[in-house]
Nanobody
């Protein structure tokens, strides 16, 4: 079992920045890929970015490349998402997810454990 708890969401103006955190716990966390997904009302859950345990594999969704950065601190069992140059279309509930594996994958169905989500709202 892996437990994931997100924090750091909130309201921010367009062009601003926000940093999300995900506190993780579990037996096999050291081998897990951790990723962020987001879901806007009436839309499917979309891949935002992910990182493997060693940090040598990262991937980002096309709409956030160059603006968002995923990082992790294995000593603290934390995953982070630094979001810069935020746009109103980034408004969504952001979820932290975990899967066993060596490389980051973009398919939500492959992730075994999920957090409860944190709301990010970007005003224009």
């Amino acid at each position: 079992q892996v437990q994931l708890v997100e924090s750091g969401g909130g309201l921010v103006q367009a062009g601003g920045s926000l940093k999300l955190s995900c506190e993780a716990s579990g037996d096999t966390l050291s081998r897990d890929v951790l990723a962020w997904f987001r879901q806007a009302p009436g839309s499917e859950r979309l891949f935002v970015g992910g990182i493997n345990w060693s940090g040598d594999d990262t991937d980002y969704g096309d709409s956030v490349k160059g603006r968002f950065t995923v990082s992790r601190d294995n000593a603290k069992n934390n995953l982070y998402l630094q979001m810069n140059a935020l746009k109103p279309e980034d408004t969504a509930v952001y979820y932290c997810a975990s899967m066993q594996g060596l490389v980051v994958l973009r398919t939500a169905a492959l992730y075994d454990f999920w957090g409860q989500g944190t709301q990010v709202t970007v005003s224009s």
